[in-house]
């Protein structure tokens, strides 16, 4: 898990935190 997360670039993993968060909005509305 900490290995994984160490492979993720910044850039990479705030991406992917703007497209889950966009992925939660769509399902609570």
Same mark, same amino acid.
């Given at each position: =898990?900490? $290995? &994984? +997360? *160490? @492979? +993720? *670039?910044? #850039?990479?993993?705030? *991406? /992917? =935190? &703007?497209?889950? @968060? $966009? +992925? #939660? &909005? #769509? &399902? #609570? /509305?």
């Amino acid at each position: =898990m900490f $290995r &994984l +997360f *160490n @492979s +993720f *670039n910044e #850039v990479d993993f705030t *991406n /992917s =935190m &703007l497209h889950f @968060s $966009r +992925f #939660v &909005l #769509v &399902l #609570v /509305s």
